[in-house]
Structures are given as C-alpha cells and as structure tokens.
C-alpha cells in the first residue's frame, strides 16, 4: 500500500538522493498526440528545492516532447524506482515551466546545481524544468528489479566533444537548436532566435 506525502520530506530528499535515475512524463492536451517518457541520468542534474518544488537540467538530445508539452499545458510527473536497496517508487505529479538556458529565470536558478552535473558540458543545457509538485506518492516497487549500477555512459559527452571541434560551439548551438524548435506532433517547444 502507498502512502501520500503532504511534502518532500527530508526522509525522502535523502532517498532520492541515492537513485541512479529518474523518468519524466508528459502528454500533450486533447485525446492525439505521443505521450512521453524520458529517462534520466546524471543525478546531480536532479535538485530537490524545497518542500513542494524539484528541478532538473534538460540537455539536448533526441526529442524535445517534455518541452513542447509543457509549454502547451504544464503536465508532469518525475518518477524514480530503486533498482538498488529496498523496493520502492515515488511519483512527484505538477506543474512543470520550462527555464531556457540565457534567461533571467534560468541564470537565476543554474547555482542550484554543480558544475559538471551533467555531461556534453554547459553548451549542452537548453533548459531548467522546474516542478511545482502537488501531490507526491510513494508504492511498493515490487515489481522493479534490483540491478547493479556500473557507472554513467560517456557517449553524448564525447559525441559533443567531436560536434564542437568539428564545427565549433556556435554553429553545434545553433544546430542543436534548429533541432528542437518543435516537438514529434508539431508543437512549439524552444524559442528560436
């Protein structure tokens, strides 16, 4: 049986804290459109800021759908399991806002993480998602299998290293944001310059 949280509780803030990953879902209005579900490495890139609010560091990549679908209704849930330890699933449903890399909010927030809290360095950070979290659950976890973590795959790092030397940090920016200017189902999702 699940219990229901009335906030992030520091119990919770330390368990998550030991997760490998998280997984982040959003769908966009209407009865069309692809739902989503992005995994999620590099914990460092995950922040508990207080009792009802989780960011994260949203790297480019292959689909900008979290993005597009926030920008048109503002639905998520970041989920993490323990593949290690005790068994164990926290849901933590809000209201995402997008915080694109260049903006007041976002430079205002960025402190909130390391350097190095994800990989492909900074050029590779379009965004902060910041979660107003309303309703947070945990439950069984039964059904997740225990793994052994070996450590964090290193291509998008050296993929991004060999795009930048290759064609230069401006034109890799530009590249990667023509690529997310709009979602699978057409949405609107970065803005463009």
Not at 140 to 149: A, E, N
Not at 151 to 170: C, H
Not at 176 to 183: F, L, N
Request: aromatic share 8%.
């Amino acid at each position: 049986m699940g219990t229901v949280f009335d906030e992030i509780t520091p119990d919770l803030v330390d368990w998550i804290g030991r997760q490998r990953m998280y997984f982040v879902g959003t769908a966009p209005s209407g009865d069309d459109g692809l739902v989503n579900i992005s995994p999620k490495g590099w914990m460092d890139s995950f922040r508990v800021l207080g009792p009802h609010q989780v960011a994260y560091l949203d790297v480019f990549g292959s689909g900008v759908e979290t993005i597009a679908h926030l920008r048109q209704n503002g639905r998520i849930v970041v989920m993490l399991c323990a593949f290690e330890g005790g068994p164990r699933i926290l849901r933590l449903h809000g209201r995402g806002e997008v915080l694109e890399a260049g903006t007041p909010a976002f430079e205002e927030l960025i402190g909130a993480f390391p350097a190095g809290a994800t990989q492909g360095g900074e050029l590779s950070i379009r965004s902060i998602i910041r979660v107003d979290v309303q309703r947070i659950a945990d439950s069984c976890g039964y059904g997740v299998p225990v793994m052994d973590y070996v450590g964090e795959r290193d291509q998008y790092e050296r993929a991004t290293a060999v795009k930048e030397r290759k064609d230069g940090a401006e034109e890799l920016l530009a590249f990667r944001r023509r690529r997310a200017a709009t979602s699978l189902d057409g949405l609107p999702a970065l803005h463009q310059d």
